[in-house]
């Protein structure tokens, strides 16, 4: 079955402690793109990348890294996170640029930062 | 700048009315245009897509949208309001590049 992987569904975690969102896409798609999403302000996009070794910032990239080691999988880390940070987040992917194409969303990443 | 504007941040309506949800954009290029729906606790899944071609666009479930270049105009609509219909919709915005926009969204309401 095509789908988008995120892992884990839910986490409450302190601040400061390093933590990563995975990401795993079998599509063999080439754009994948991280997403927060919080009431009232719909979803910002926080990196995204257009294929392997080549990624790109998005809206509001602060706080987050990402990583594009492999076509299916496109980490989100977040060194050290801090109570702003707590979101849904969401990772979506696309076969190309996602201009004309329409994006492939998991099920989303519950975030909690005390 | 690019910019999705939904105009509605809550819409209610009785099951078996017309549903109508609000998108203004703003783009300096050709914009490719999306509706997506997010039921509670779920992703998002797309309704439908503009992409220049026709600019009346039908999508799953019985919803479609019309492109009004001149209104800069994206309004989703349905005939007839279901029960399963209640849940977010967004309006999401590709300039041309990789980046991504979306509204606020829209959360629809359906009374019995």
């Known amino acids: 079955e095509a789908q988008v992987t995120q892992n884990p569904r839910y986490l409450i975690t302190v601040t400061g402690k390093k933590l990563t969102v995975t990401c795993s896409q079998n599509?063999?798609?080439?754009?994948m793109s991280w997403y927060r999403q919080d009431p009232g302000l719909g979803l910002r996009q926080i990196y995204y990348?257009?294929?392997?070794?080549?990624?790109d910032k998005g809206d509001v990239p602060e706080g987050y890294k990402v990583s594009r080691k492999e076509k299916r999988n496109f980490p989100l880390i977040l060194e050290s996170p801090s109570p702003n940070q707590t979101s849904l987040y969401f990772c979506?992917?696309?076969?190309?640029?996602?201009?004309?194409?329409?994006?492939?969303f998991g099920a989303g990443t519950r975030l909690s930062v005390l | 700048a690019q910019s999705v504007t939904q105009l509605d941040s809550h819409v209610s309506v009785s099951e078996g009315t017309p549903v109508l949800l609000r998108c203004n954009y703003s783009?300096?290029?050709?914009?490719?245009l999306f509706w997506y729906v997010q039921h509670p606790n779920k992703g998002l899944q797309l309704l439908l897509k503009?992409?220049?071609?026709?600019?009346l666009v039908k999508g799953i479930n019985g919803f479609e949208a019309e492109f009004k270049k001149s209104e800069t105009s994206f309004h989703l609509t349905k005939p007839s309001a279901h029960m399963s219909d209640a849940a977010e919709y967004f309006c999401?915005?590709?300039?041309?590049?990789?980046?991504?926009?979306f509204g606020a969204g829209t959360r629809l309401f359906v009374k019995a």
């Open positions: 979506a992917s696309s076969p190309q640029k996602a201009a004309k194409n329409i994006q492939y």
């Open positions: 599509m063999n798609h080439e754009y």
């Open positions: 990348s257009m294929n392997v070794e080549v990624t």
């Open positions: 783009s300096s290029y050709s914009p490719s």
């Open positions: 503009y992409t220049s071609a026709a600019t």
């Open positions: 999401v915005l590709n300039t041309g590049g990789f980046k991504t926009i």
